[in-house]
């Protein structure tokens, strides 16, 4: 993903791993909370939430 902000919703649970890069996340407009590489992500269904990406980020989604 390039640097950047993208807002996504879930319909499904998703697991997120960052690999590498820098980037922040709020969930439904709330406190942005900082993740680096190796971090993990765990969203619910049903939410929308943004993606701030400091850097270029590449990560890897897993859909439940």
Same mark, same amino acid.
């Given at each position: 993903?390039?640097? &950047?902000?993208?807002?996504?919703?879930?319909?499904?649970?998703?697991? %997120?791993?960052?690999?590498?890069?820098? !980037?922040? $996340?709020?969930?439904? &407009?709330?406190?942005?909370?900082?993740?680096?590489?190796?971090?993990?992500? /765990? /969203?619910? !269904?049903?939410?929308?939430?943004?993606?701030?990406?400091?850097?270029? $980020?590449?990560? %890897?989604?897993?859909?439940?």
């Amino acid at each position: 993903m390039k640097k &950047g902000t993208y807002e996504f919703n879930t319909s499904t649970p998703e697991k %997120i791993i960052i690999v590498s890069g820098t !980037a922040s $996340l709020s969930v439904n &407009g709330e406190n942005q909370t900082k993740y680096v590489a190796q971090e993990t992500i /765990l /969203l619910e !269904a049903n939410i929308k939430f943004e993606i701030v990406c400091d850097t270029d $980020l590449a990560y %890897i989604c897993y859909y439940e």
